[in-house]
Nanobody
Framework: QVHLVESGGGLVQAGGSLRLSCEAP????????MGWFRQAPGKEREFVAA????????WYTDSVKGRFTISRDNSENTIYLQMNSLKPEDTAVYYC?????????????????WGQGTQVTVSS
């Protein structure tokens, strides 16, 4: 069983920053795309950002463009989500996920592996 492990969540005031990390086992190195999703209470899981493992193509949902940055460190099998200018509406559980291929990067059901999530709470 492949496990992704997220860390870095917490409580921050609006306008603050957090950096999330997601460590992946070496066995998923062959998978092509890593993504971040989030789920707020009572809402569906939504796409936040994604990055390809080999070519560093990135995608973002419109609401986080210019504020969030996804990156990866292949030597550490880790991806990051730098979140700046956080807003109360960014409050959610953030999940890391991995999938094969580079299509459908914004569709949760297309991802093969998931972490357990890390809570991000932004106070106003």
């Amino acid at each position: 069983q492949v496990h992704l492990v997220e860390s870095g969540g917490g409580l921050v005031q609006a306008g603050g920053s957090l950096r999330l990390s997601c460590e992946a086992p070496g066995s998923i190195f062959s998978l092509n795309t890593m993504g971040w999703f989030r789920q707020a209470p009572g809402k569906e899981r939504e796409f936040v950002a994604a990055i390809t493992w080999s070519s560093s193509r990135t995608w973002y949902t419109d609401s986080v463009k210019g504020r969030f940055t996804i990156s990866r460190d292949n030597s550490e099998n880790t991806i990051y989500l730098q979140m700046n200018s956080l807003k109360p509406e960014d409050t959610a559980v953030y999940y890391c996920a991995a999938k094969r291929g580079t299509t459908d990067w914004d569709i949760p059901s297309r991802y093969n592996y998931w972490g357990q999530g890390t809570q991000v709470t932004v106070s106003s």
